[in-house]
Nanobody, 115 residues
Framework: QVQLVESGGGLVQGGGSLRLSCAASGSIFSINTMGWYRQAPGKQRELVATITSRGSTNYADSVRGRFTISRDNAKNTVYLQMNSLKPEDTAVYYC?????????WGQGTQVTVSS
């Protein structure tokens, strides 16, 4: 089994920055993809960014150029640096790990951006 623990959410003014972290533990394979998804009230969960164990990244158009995903394979930890935050970035952010055919999710961390 795999456990994911997120941290770093909070309340920030528009234009500000936050950094999310997600530490994975348990049966972690060397080849995997970690990422961040978010879900705003009344909306479906959507992809924010992903990064493979080799460092290839993918971003949603809405965050490209403002958010940066990175990872530390030795610590099985993924980060999301969020800059130039907008009120529409307000959501619960979920960490995700995918290896072989299995998906794992964290409990989520709230990010609120005030206008």
């Amino acid at each position: 089994q795999v456990q994911l623990v997120e941290s770093g959410g909070g309340l920030v003014q528009g234009g500000g920055s936050l950094r999310l972290s997600c530490a994975a533990s348990g049966s972690i394979f060397s080849i995997n993809t970690m990422g961040w998804y978010r879900q705003a009230p009344g909306k479906q969960r959507e992809l924010v960014a992903t990064i493979t164990s080799r460092g290839s990244t993918n971003y949603a158009d809405s965050v490209r150029g403002r958010f940066t995903i990175s990872r530390d394979n030795a610590k099985n930890t993924v980060y999301l640096q969020m800059n130039s935050l907008k009120p529409e970035d307000t959501a619960v952010y979920y960490c995700n790990l995918r290896q072989t055919v299995a998906y794992y999710w964290g409990q989520g961390t709230q990010v609120t951006v005030s206008s």
